[in-house]
């Protein structure tokens, strides 16, 4: 979340946290949503005494975390746990215990526990499991931004009209790792496979497109986004296009590894236009 700071500038907010967490112990409960919330004032704590009151709260509230303890009639931490492993696969989960044991851990490691912290009275023991809650989180959401951006950027590469080919940068050379649809309706003729051949050579067809295609790919292993107009050779025929190659995957020792290739079409641009 963004709030301007009043000069025109804007400060990052932590998002709030909500916390369940579970245990049979209805003071202990309560004495540990107090330190808790005390440690950091994004996170808010609800409380339920049974696992099964904790699968109606999961099933009814936006819950961030799972806190819970091992010993509780019906249902222990673990089974707990397992049971909510088929609907919440990848929600946080810390056992907050009494009762640990080699074998206990070893159960809630089998079982997918995000964290393993046996109890204690002390304050630092509640910023710890604090601080376990807020990594937890943060790792979570930020797992679940890069899949969304993965599913937005796949459906972008297969979807639009725009030929794209993804390509590893490999002794000066780009080595087509990866196409979309209006690549291989554009460049790639019926049955053939352009995986692991050099862009470069798939789709150029005379000595100075390909000394052209050289230059842009020198300019890509240097960090540079490249917007140019070129001719390149299609399915159809030789065509015009506007280039765009941008590098991604720049390491600090090795330089760019990878990049994209952007063909637009500009063939018939302008053709229909009377002149002036």
Same mark, same amino acid.
């Given at each position: 979340?963004?709030?301007?700071?009043?000069?025109? +500038?804007?400060?990052?907010?932590?998002?709030? @946290?909500?916390?369940?967490?579970?245990?049979?112990?209805?003071?202990?409960?309560?004495?540990?949503?107090?330190?808790?919330?005390?440690?950091?004032?994004?996170?808010?704590?609800?409380?339920?005494? +049974?696992?099964?009151?904790?699968?109606?709260?999961?099933?009814?509230?936006?819950?961030?975390?799972?806190?819970?303890?091992?010993?509780?009639?019906?249902?222990?931490?673990?089974?707990?746990?397992?049971?909510?492993?088929? *609907?919440?696969?990848?929600?946080?989960? @810390?056992?907050?215990?009494?009762?640990?044991?080699?074998?206990?851990?070893?159960?809630?490691? +089998?079982?997918?526990? %995000?964290?393993?912290?046996?109890?204690?009275?002390?304050?630092?023991?509640?910023?710890?499991?604090?601080? *376990?809650?807020?990594?937890?989180?943060?790792?979570?959401?930020?797992?679940?931004?890069? !899949?969304?951006?993965?599913?937005?950027?796949?459906?972008?590469?297969?979807?639009?009209?725009?030929?794209?080919?993804? !390509?590893?940068?490999?002794?000066?050379?780009?080595?087509?790792?990866?196409?979309?649809?209006?690549?291989?309706?554009?460049?790639?003729?019926?049955?053939?496979? !352009?995986?692991?051949?050099?862009?470069?050579?798939? @789709?150029?067809?005379?000595?100075?497109?390909?000394?052209?295609?050289?230059?842009? %790919?020198? *300019?890509?292993?240097?960090?540079?986004?490249? %917007?140019?107009?070129? %001719?390149?050779?299609?399915?159809?025929?030789?065509?015009?296009?506007?280039?765009? +190659?941008?590098? @991604?995957?720049?390491?600090?020792?090795?330089?760019?590894?990878?990049?994209?290739?952007?063909?637009?079409?500009?063939?018939?641009?302008?053709?229909?236009?009377?002149?002036?």
């Amino acid at each position: 979340m963004l709030l301007s700071a009043g000069n025109g +500038s804007y400060c990052s907010v932590p998002e709030p @946290i909500t916390v369940l967490h579970v245990d049979d112990d209805p003071d202990f409960a309560e004495l540990a949503a107090t330190f808790i919330e005390r440690q950091h004032d994004r996170l808010n704590v609800v409380r339920a005494d +049974s696992a099964g009151e904790g699968r109606t709260l999961l099933a009814e509230r936006d819950i961030d975390c799972v806190v819970s303890d091992y010993d509780m009639p019906r249902l222990n931490g673990i089974e707990f746990l397992q049971a909510l492993r088929q *609907r919440h696969p990848d929600l946080p989960f @810390i056992l907050f215990t009494g009762k640990g044991s080699e074998e206990i851990a070893s159960e809630a490691i +089998s079982a997918g526990v %995000t964290d393993y912290l046996q109890k204690g009275s002390d304050a630092e023991r509640y910023e710890l499991l604090a601080n *376990r809650i807020t990594n937890a989180v943060a790792q979570n959401r930020a797992e679940r931004r890069a !899949v969304e951006t993965t599913q937005r950027y796949e459906t972008l590469f297969t979807h639009t009209t725009n030929a794209i080919a993804s !390509v590893e940068l490999r002794d000066g050379a780009p080595i087509i790792q990866s196409v979309n649809p209006a690549f291989e309706a554009t460049f790639v003729p019926p049955d053939a496979d !352009v995986v692991g051949r050099s862009l470069d050579r798939v @789709i150029t067809a005379t000595d100075a497109q390909r000394e052209q295609a050289e230059r842009i %790919t020198e *300019r890509a292993e240097t960090g540079a986004v490249t %917007t140019r107009e070129v %001719t390149r050779q299609t399915v159809d025929g030789p065509r015009r296009f506007q280039l765009q +190659s941008v590098p @991604i995957d720049v390491d600090g020792t090795d330089g760019v590894r990878s990049a994209f290739a952007v063909y637009t079409d500009v063939t018939d641009v302008g053709r229909d236009e009377t002149p002036p």
